[in-house]
């Protein structure tokens, strides 16, 4: 169930940037602390994240967007090592539970009871991994709901950028698609074959979203796909195995 939660990645942020069809309508809508459960304790705590680092650099809400996806991002390292570790376990035991589904092919009660016997033994949690992706989406998504419905980001330039108005170069829109395929190229190696034709539709799908958002929010995609690309190339690229154990040091070390 954790490889399938990790090939469904790409579709779970597919749907979050959907929702940007809405972003208009969002970014109307003031973010009210009283309103309820949702911006009084996720959307508008970041929202007030993003204006107290914009104070401190220099007005920048590029920079300030920048540190917070930087710093949401690195809190949430932890979850990922873990689905990281749950994930490569499952894979270990991938061998036995074939033999498995072989032996007792012909009656599948007694297969699904000797799996999760395996699970007990082995000490595996076949739903570990999906937890930590629970609980970075409400994360991910209010950060996305900060930015869209901060009016203040809409009134600030960034570099050639109006953050309130779609990029007129097509600059943004070409990066978030650039980052976009470099991160499903380095995930590559984690994801069937079906799955990896999204690494060719999914960055046009972005470019052309992208084209038609306020910059403020490419701007964060690119930001938090450069993010992953560097963090999976030390947990799936080629320096695999150095990579794991230091950045497993330093999520067991928080």
Request: net charge positive; proline share 6%.
């Amino acid at each position: 169930m954790t490889r399938r939660i990790y090939r469904l990645w790409p579709v779970a942020f597919l749907i979050l940037f959907l929702a940007g069809c809405s972003a208009t309508s969002m970014h109307k809508a003031p973010i009210d602390p009283n309103s309820g459960i949702w911006d009084k304790y996720f959307v508008y705590p970041l929202a007030m994240t993003l204006d107290w680092f914009a104070e401190h650099l220099w007005g920048q809400y590029g920079l300030s967007i920048l540190v917070v996806t930087l710093i949401i991002r690195s809190l949430i390292l932890p979850l990922t090592m873990k689905q990281y570790r749950s994930s490569k376990r499952m894979q270990e035991l991938q061998p036995e539970i074939r033999k498995l589904k072989e032996k007792y092919k012909n009656d599948a009660k007694k297969q699904q009871e000797e799996t999760m016997k395996l699970f007990q033994q082995q000490g595996v949690n076949p739903l570990a991994g999906c937890f930590p992706l629970l609980i970075q989406m409400p994360v991910l998504i209010a950060l996305y709901n900060a930015i869209m419905r901060n009016q203040m980001i809409s009134e600030h330039t960034f570099l050639w950028m109006q953050l309130g108005s779609p990029d007129p170069y097509y600059i943004l829109p070409l990066l978030a698609a650039a980052t976009t395929f470099l991160q499903q190229k380095v995930m590559s190696t984690q994801v069937n074959a079906q799955m990896k034709n999204l690494m060719y539709i999914f960055p046009v799908l972005i470019f052309v979203m992208a084209m038609n958002f306020a910059s403020a929010l490419p701007l964060y995609w690119v930001y938090s796909n450069a993010f992953t690309v560097v963090q999976s190339y030390f947990i799936y690229g080629g320096s695999r195995n150095k990579g794991v154990q230091k950045l497993e040091k330093s999520g067991g070390n928080r």
